[in-house]
């Protein structure tokens, strides 16, 4: 059974850092794309950030592109997000997904999903 499980969030002043993990188990977390989502109240889930299996390919959401670094650890079944220069803006709940592929950079573009963890940036 594939589990994700993210931890990290919480409530941080703007311009302040976070950092998120997200713990994997049940799959070869090695075989996978990760990537990161966010879904704010009363908006649709939106990408943030993705990496491929090896650590490259990382793509950006214009919108985080040069505050939030995407990052994994194999050995540990880990990916990381993270956060820096916080925006109120930057407030959601943000999940970790995986996928085989991970090339569509959407939510329909990954298979398994974690339960999510609130970020809050206070202006």
């Known amino acids: 059974q594939v589990q994700l499980v993210e931890s990290g969030g919480g409530l941080v002043q703007a311009g302040g850092s976070l950092r998120l993990s997200c713990a994997a188990s049940?799959?070869?977390?090695?075989?996978?794309?990760m990537g990161w989502f966010r879904q704010a109240p009363g908006k649709e889930r939106e990408f943030v950030a993705r990496?491929?299996?090896?650590?490259?390919?990382?793509y950006y959401s214009d919108s985080v592109k040069g505050r939030f670094t995407i990052s994994r650890n194999n050995a540990k079944n880990t990916v990381y997000l993270q956060m820096n220069s916080l925006k109120p803006e930057d407030t959601a709940v943000y999940y970790c997904?995986?996928?085989?592929?991970?090339?569509?950079?959407?939510?329909?573009?990954?298979?398994?999903w974690g339960q999510g963890t609130q970020v809050s940036v206070s202006s």
């Open positions: 997904a995986a996928d085989l592929s991970g090339h569509i950079l959407k939510p329909a573009g990954f298979k398994f």
């Open positions: 049940g799959v070869t977390f090695s075989n996978y794309a």
């Open positions: 990496i491929n299996w090896s650590g490259g390919n990382n």
